[in-house]
T-cell receptor
Framework: RKEVEQDPGPFNVPEGATVAFNCTYS??????FFWYRQDCRKEPKLLMS???SGNEDGRFTAQLNRASQYISLLIRDSKLSDSATYLC????????????FGTGTKLQVIP | EADIYQTPRYLVIGTGKKITLECSQT?????MYWYQQDPGMELHLIHY???????EKGDLSSESTVSRIRTEHFPLTLESARPSHTSQYLC??????????????FGPGTRLTVL
């Protein structure tokens, strides 16, 4: 089983739709969590950190469920510009704080 | 914008050549990383560093080597490039904090093609 798992998609959604991605992680000692966005042939860029109580940034909402070991990303009112691959990132506790990237979920917003 | 830089951005080179991919950051971050990513595929960690004089191999075996003589600089070297090394190489750095603020910042990447 992979340490961090995501559905690769693609998720094809119409403009204006709401879409949600989940990401599961296997290490219960994982400490911090992030969502990154990666456009085609570009570097990943931080979309948002995921706080224990959940957090929102405009149309984006991130949630953490420690009991079930997953994080989620909800995108409301999808825009064409949201089309990208969304990477789930999990940091472990400890001296090195191993960082594990998920394989990514591809989102295509269609007009 | 993150202050992490990679050069060259694109490199086309013949088999057997020695190459060095440069990565530098001005954020004073202790941790630095090298990833390899093929188009449309996942990121693979190939090297990382806790700080000066610290280097470790990542999850994906790589014939490349790295050095960390200065905090801000983390170059990657291939002694003899081969076509199988063709890929995108991404450098990243992160601070020493923990929790939700310790994100990685990525450079723009070097796209390497070995003929």
């Amino acid at each position: 089983r992979k340490e961090v798992e995501q559905d690769p998609g693609p998720f094809n959604v119409p403009e204006g739709a709401t879409v949600a991605f989940n990401c599961t992680y296997s290490n219960s000692a994982s400490q911090s969590f992030f969502w990154y966005r990666q456009d085609c042939r570009k570097e990943p860029k931080l979309l948002m950190s995921v706080y224990s109580s959940g957090n929102e940034d405009g149309r984006f909402t991130a949630q953490l469920n420690r009991a079930s070991q997953y994080i989620s990303l909800l995108i409301r009112d999808s825009k064409l510009s949201d089309s990208a691959t969304y990477l789930c990132v999990v940091n472990e506790a400890g001296g090195y704080q191993k960082v594990t990237f998920g394989t990514g979920t591809k989102l295509q917003v269609i007009p | 914008e993150a202050d992490i830089y990679q050069t060259p951005r694109y490199l086309v080179i013949g088999t057997g050549k020695k190459i060095t991919l440069e990565c530098s950051q001005t954020m004073g971050h202790d941790k630095m990383y090298w990833y390899q990513q093929d188009p449309g595929m996942e990121l693979h960690l190939i090297h990382y560093s806790y700080g000066v004089n610290s280097t470790e191999k990542g999850d994906l075996s790589s014939e490349s080597t790295v050095s960390r003589i200065r905090t801000e600089h983390f170059p990657l070297t291939l002694e003899s490039a081969r076509p199988s090394h063709t890929s995108q190489y991404l450098c990243a750095s992160s601070g020493t904090g923990t929790g939700p603020y310790n994100e990685q910042f990525f450079g723009p990447g070097t796209r390497l093609t070995v003929l």
